[in-house]
């Protein structure tokens, strides 16, 4: 290694020494798999292969391990039941997938990624389960593997015609109504095609930005399929949020909590209106119900955030915070609220920038997108790209018609770019759109104060 360093260096990107670096890598990783293999047998290397019997033991004696929650000891058994596999030729391809997806569930507990996906990836295809092909399929998402992801959720689709977290994702990924039909409507009852068929075309709904068809769909399948099917209530308030119906959406959240009081998903969002409607009292209870039921998840750690801000203890607040994005680091929410409280609290104005722009890729949401631009207008100095996100943000809501959100964050960028007559027009065709903008009306406000009408801006 130190000899092909030296070359490397010498020869300044010359590629035989390129070649040579690349052969002492992969030959480091293969003693490295090697002395793990070894240490996973007892010492004896992969030729102690021991019986087809005692594999079936090793395995129950790892799943055991899984239960007492030491993933580390289960994962060396299984690697020792891999290696005896692969030395004797002792099962067939489908016990042997059934151990691998074992040993990638540890490494996911472990929290090596990396290793969990290439673990999966050697399982063939046709022995993966559902939840083996949706792993794969986010870490793919994730990274930015589309072609990859597409493939994942299609054979997900093809899995099981009900999963409806491979139809969101095909659809955010472009595929069309007929692709997504084909996938899942073979064999289908005409009970489920119907449902089926009105799922996939609220999906695309939203996709296009028309958003009231979609959620007038979801209330035909709420009629359909019963009024406590939690998916079809998560996606209403989902339509509800983007039409700007926050009381509406907010009740339909209280539902699915009623419903199932230890369920979280979409709760971080039903905490985060709580806290902006200043509902404490009901946040309180509904961050002790969530903690208490599954500390294990983000949102419960972003409500337990809103519920600590709600008493003024901002630095809990900030902790919680952190906390949900240790969990689940994709979670868009608990950025940004934590954007927010850094603003808040006069916290690192770069810090809290760069936790609204995670917020903004992460959720693309009307919402995010206008903390994101107001954070990069205050002060000035990120003025420019206050610009560009607001010009991105205006860009993709207008499918759905002009936003009121979207005019008031362009409004604001414009303000802090000290383009004051335009960000006035932009905050009065905001108020035009709606005239209980709060956003707009204290823009206005601002662009007023600033143009010297003072009486005008007071009356704002």
């Known amino acids: 290694a130190a000899q092909a360093a030296q070359l490397w260096e010498a020869g300044a990107g010359d590629t035989e020494a390129a070649e040579l670096l690349l052969n002492v890598v992969r030959a ?33 004696h790892a799943d055991a391990l899984v239960r007492d929650g030491e993933h580390r000891r289960a994962l060396c058994v299984l690697e020792r039941v891999l290696c005896a596999y692969g030395a004797a030729q002792l099962a067939d391809a489908g016990t ?22 290439r673990t999966l990836e050697a399982v063939p295809a046709a022995s993966r389960t559902l939840a083996a092909h949706l792993t794969l399929a986010r870490y793919y998402r994730r990274n930015n593997l589309l072609r990859e992801c597409t493939k994942e959720f299609e054979a997900a689709l093809r899995k099981c015609r009900f999963c409806v977290e491979a139809i969101a994702a095909l659809t955010d990924l472009g ?11 073979g064999g289908a009852s005409e009970a489920e095609s119907a449902a089926l068929v009105r799922i996939i075309a609220a999906h695309i ?34 339509c509800l949020l983007l039409l700007n119906r926050r009381l509406l959406a907010s009740g339909t959240l209280e539902r699915l909590h009623t419903i199932d009081p230890d369920a979280q998903g979409m709760m971080d969002v039903y905490a985060l209106l709580l806290y902006e409607d200043r509902h404490f009292a009901v946040l309180h209870s509904l961050a002790h119900d969530l903690t208490r039921a599954n500390p294990g998840r983000p949102e419960c750690w972003v409500a ?78 990120f003025a420019h790209e206050a610009l560009q996100a607001a010009q991105a943000l205006l860009m993709r809501c207008a499918r ?25 027009k932009a ?18 406000g601002a662009a007023l104060f600033a143009q010297g009408k003072v009486d005008e801006a007071i009356a704002t």
Request: glycine fraction near 8%.
């Open 28 to 60: 480091s990783r293969a003693k490295q798999q090697q002395q793990r293999h070894t240490r996973a047998c007892g010492g004896s290397g992969p030729g102690c292969a021991c019986t087809a019997e005692g594999c079936v033991l090793l395995v129950a």
């Open 96 to 117: 042997v997938a059934a151990v691998r997806l074992r040993a990638a569930r540890c490494h996911l507990r472990l929290n090596d990624e990396y290793a969990a996906m």
């Open 175 to 185: 595929s069309k109504a007929e692709a997504l039909k084909a996938l899942c409507l």
């Open 205 to 238: 709904s939203v996709k296009e930005g028309r958003y009231a068809e979609a959620l007038a769909t979801w209330e035909a399948l709420i009629a359909l399929l019963g009024a406590d099917d939690r998916y079809c209530l998560q996606q209403k308030a989902k």
């Open 304 to 381: 337990a955030a809103c519920s600590a801000a709600a008493r003024g203890q901002a630095e809990k607040a900030l902790e919680y915070t952190a906390r949900a994005a240790a969990v689940d680091p994709c979670n868009g929410h608990a950025s940004l609220l934590r954007g927010r409280l850094l603003l808040e609290t006069a916290g690192s104005h770069d810090e809290a920038v760069a936790s609204l722009r995670k917020a903004y890729l992460l959720l693309g949401t009307v919402e995010a997108g206008r903390a994101y631009v107001e954070a990069c207008a205050e002060g000035g100095r």
């Open 400 to 424: 759905a018609g002009a936003d009121p959100a979207a005019l008031a964050a362009y409004g604001a960028a414009l303000l802090g770019s000290a383009e004051i007559d335009q960000a006035a």
């Open 427 to 444: 905050f009065q065709r905001a108020l035009q759109v709606d005239p209980l903008c709060r956003a707009a009306a204290l823009g206005l």
